[in-house]
């Protein structure tokens, strides 16, 4: 499943464009919205994008400053740009910047629907070329060198890694990772791994490898023959991009949040090109305590295994998010039935949607409380419940609507916000869609 973010800042344009492609049997995509170039940008801070489909003018940053940061982020992602202008200077723009497409609003939904079916099929082609380059790679041994392994090791094993750097063994060592700049810890436990082990943790390595972008600088390794760990920092750029320091608090929580989005393209990497399930945990920032690293590793890899005990083969799990009272409210249920379990998660996915009507209820962000695979949570939920995640949120919508139509006194509008409707056509429109009269006849109907 590809996300596609669609950018305006005309409301109407935007939940129309969400509708039409909702309702178009031929896609399957993850759709986001943004109703301006700088709430774009933070939902690709922590949300992996394949399409964006934005207009160019807009207020503040435009479409064609937007571009940059997205390809920032995501360098992987098709560009699609409306207009309502035809102007020679922004086709020139657009042409410079490698977009896929450039359409006027004007020429109806036919394009835009044939725009991104290309993109789509450009993404493909790309997943088709990386795919058939790691499968050709599969057997192929890549040793990692002698005393990086070693470093790794005494750095995992609780051993700081400002002595590691001033040791005089490891003077000329070319490790990439400072010790006084913020680094995340990433373990990985692969699931359905045919012997040898070993060879398919190397080739999930190689993968990451070619997934991670420059801005981040890795070090790896594979852990007691079973599990792969990975150090990762920002550079000084991507660090001054998510207001991250040494110390920051909350401040690491995004760069966290985008190499969530990394791990999650990973994920299904590998499923593909590797038949293989890798669940993923990630520490919050180690660099403000280089001491700690073995004993997070340790909670870090116990925790995988409960999940892969669980039987969720896609978990992204944020264990600085997390810490112990997830899994204290999970290994209670180890003793449970798996149907016990999964009734258990679904529980919770439910009263997320519930407690949070009015916010955010993408799937990007659902999946990060439940600590899963945004893709796999999709897959995993309509197996356990026999529908769509989609189908359910609209459900919960639409009768806490009823609700406070017939219980409350609010207006209509405060009754659209209250149910995580932007505008009150949006929401006119879909309870017209659910129940076939407008909210006003509604209401009137059943005083």
Known sequence: ???????????????????????????????????????ALEIAKRTKLDILVSDIRMPGKTGLQLVDD??????TCRIIFLTGYSEFEYVYQALRKNVDNYILKTEGMDPIFEAVKQAIRKLEEENRQRLEQERA?????????????????????????????????????????SADRPAYLVAGWVERAEPPKRKTLQAVQRIFGQLLPT???????????????????PDA???????????????????????K??????????EAALDTSVIFGISGNVAESWETAHSRLEAMLAGIRDRARLGHPLAIIDFGKAGALLWEGMGSGEDKEPEE????????????????????????TIAGEVHFNPSYLSRYYKQATGRNLLDYIQSIRLNAAIDLMLNTSLKLNDIAVRTGFDSNSYFTTFFKKMTGVSPMQYRNSHR
């Open 261 to 270: 989005g990394i791990l999650e393209q990973l994920q299904n990497e590998c």
């Open 137 to 177: 790679q599969l057997h192929l041994h890549l040793a990692e060198p002698y005393l990086k392994q070693e470093m790794m090791t005494e750095l995992l094993k609780g051993e700081p890694l400002p002595s590691l750097i001033a040791d005089e063994r490891y003077a000329d060592l070319s490790f990439t990772i």
């Open 1 to 39: 499943m590809y996300r596609m973010l669609i950018v305006d800042d005309e409301p109407i344009i935007v939940n129309g464009l969400m509708q039409l492609f909702q309702g178009n049997p031929e896609f399957e995509l993850d759709l986001c919205k943004a109703y301006s170039a700088a709430e």
């Open 70 to 75: 997205i390809i920032y982020y995501w360098p």
């Open 215 to 233: 801005s981040l600088a890795c070090e790896q390794t594979i852990c007691e023959e079973e599990a792969q760990v990975w150090l990762l920092q």
């Open 341 to 364: 379990q999964k009734g258990w998660l679904i529980e919770q996915v439910h009263r997320y949607v519930q407690d949070n009507l009015s916010g955010d209820l993408s799937l990007t």
């Open 237 to 259: 750029e991507l660090s001054a991009r998510f207001g991250d320091t040494v110390g920051g608090g909350d401040a690491g929580e995004g760069v966290v949040a985008y190499l």
